[in-house]
C-alpha cells in the first residue's frame, strides 16, 4: 500500500464552507508558504515540508517511518503567511489537538514515542499513512459561504434546506458536505456523496460519512457542556498498513473548526455577537481593514497578536483542555 508523501501528510486547513471549514486557510490557492530553510533544525529529524502553519520531519533512523508534525506560531489570512506570528499559537493549539484526540473513540493517527525536547509542546508523533483526498466537512449550523449559498439558493453545498433560516441558525440535522483536496496550487472542488463513492468506493465513503458525523456528535456535547457550541469543522483520515481508517491531522482545533459562545447565540442581537468565533478572526478583521492585497502584507500589531494568543487561550481554558 502506497504510504503518503510529505505534501499528503501536511497539514491542510481549508478556507471556508463549502470546501473545508471556516477558519482556516488551506496550503494551495496562491501559495505563500515558508522555505525550508525557515524550518527549525532538530537533532534526529530531517526536515521534509513546510506548510503555512505546520513543519513536518521524518526520522533519520531509516527503521523509524514516523512523522514529527510540529506546529509553528505562523498565522495565514487571505492565502498568505503573516508577520509576526501568533505568540504560542502552535502549542495551544497541540495541547487543544491532543485533547480531543484523548476525548474521541475511534483510532487516530497518533504514535508512542519521546517527542524531541525542542519542540515537546507544539509537536505530535504520527503514523505514515496513506491519506484520503476527502476533506470530511460537518456542519450542524448555517452560517459563512453556506449562509450565501442558502440566501441565494437554498440550500447548502448543494443540499436543499427549509426556508426560513437565519444567519447562524441550528440546522435540522448536521450535514456532511465533502469536498475533494485539490492538487498543490488548485484550489478545492466542492463534491457530492456520489463523487466521494466514484473516489474511495463505496464502503469506505460511508464510513468517512458517518465516523464524521459521529465525531461531530460527540464533540457538539462536550461542547456544548461547556457553554460552546461547534458549529462546524472538518476532518481529515488516512488508511494504516491494515486498511484501518484513522482520523488523521489536527483535530477539532481553533483553525479547522468555528466554536460560539452559546449565551452569546442565544442572546445576541445582531450576527457578530452571537457568531464571535474563537479564532484568528480577529487577524483576519485588522488585515481586511488595512491591506488591499496588492504586495506585502503590512505586519501585525501587538496588540492584534495579543487579542488573538488570548481568544485561543480562553477556549481551551473553557473545555478544559
Excluded at 526536515?47 to 495565514?76: F, N, Q
Excluded at 481508517?245 to 489536527?250: C, I, N, Q
Amino acid at each position: 500500500m502506497r504510504r503518503s508523501s510529505p505534501r499528503e501528510h501536511a497539514a491542510r486547513a481549508p478556507l471556508d464552507f463549502c470546501a473545508g471549514a471556516a477558519t482556516g486557510d488551506r496550503d494551495n490557492g496562491r501559495v505563500s508558504t515558508p522555505t525550508a530553510g525557515t524550518a527549525q533544525s532538530i537533532p534526529g529529524w530531517r526536515h521534509l515540508y513546510s506548510g503555512k502553519v505546520r513543519d513536518l520531519y521524518a526520522s533519520e533512523d531509516p527503521a523509524d517511518t514516523r512523522i514529527l508534525v510540529v506546529a509553528s506560531d505562523r498565522v495565514s489570512a487571505f492565502d498568505v503567511v503573516l508577520s509576526p506570528g501568533i505568540t504560542d499559537k502552535g502549542a495551544l493549539l497541540t495541547r487543544l489537538s491532543r485533547w480531543w484526540f484523548a476525548q474521541l473513540d475511534v483510532p487516530n493517527h497518533l504514535a508512542p514515542g519521546e517527542l524531541p525536547e525542542e519542540v515537546a509542546d507544539r509537536a505530535r508523533l504520527a503514523q505514515s499513512l496513506e491519506m484520503l483526498p476527502i476533506e470530511c466537512v460537518v456542519r450542524g449550523y448555517i452560517t459563512g459561504s453556506g449562509w450565501a449559498e442558502y440566501q441565494e439558493h437554498g440550500t447548502v453545498c448543494g443540499i436543499t434546506l427549509p426556508d426560513g433560516l437565519h444567519n447562524g441558525d441550528r440546522l435540522p440535522e448536521p450535514l456532511f458536505t465533502p469536498a475533494y483536496k485539490a492538487p498543490m496550487g488548485e484550489h478545492d472542488e466542492n463534491i457530492t456523496f456520489d463523487r466521494v463513492v466514484e473516489l474511495v468506493g463505496a464502503e469506505r465513503a460511508a464510513e468517512l460519512r458517518d465516523t464524521s458525523l459521529a465525531v461531530y456528535a460527540k464533540a457538539a456535547a462536550i461542547a456544548e457542556e461547556r457553554g460552546l457550541i461547534l458549529a462546524d469543522t472538518k476532518f481529515e483520515f488516512g488508511t494504516d498498513a491494515d486498511g484501518t481508517l484513522r482520523l488523521a491531522d489536527e483535530v477539532l482545533t481553533s483553525d479547522s473548526s468555528r466554536y460560539w459562545d452559546a449565551e452569546a447565540w442565544r442572546t445576541g442581537t445582531t450576527p457578530a455577537e452571537r457568531m464571535a468565533s474563537f479564532d484568528k478572526q480577529i487577524v483576519r478583521d485588522w488585515l481586511a481593514a488595512n491591506w488591499d492585497k496588492q504586495g506585502e502584507p503590512p505586519a501585525l500589531p501587538d496588540e492584534v497578536v495579543a487579542r488573538t494568543t488570548a481568544r485561543y487561550r480562553e477556549l481551551i481554558d473553557r473545555l478544559g483542555a
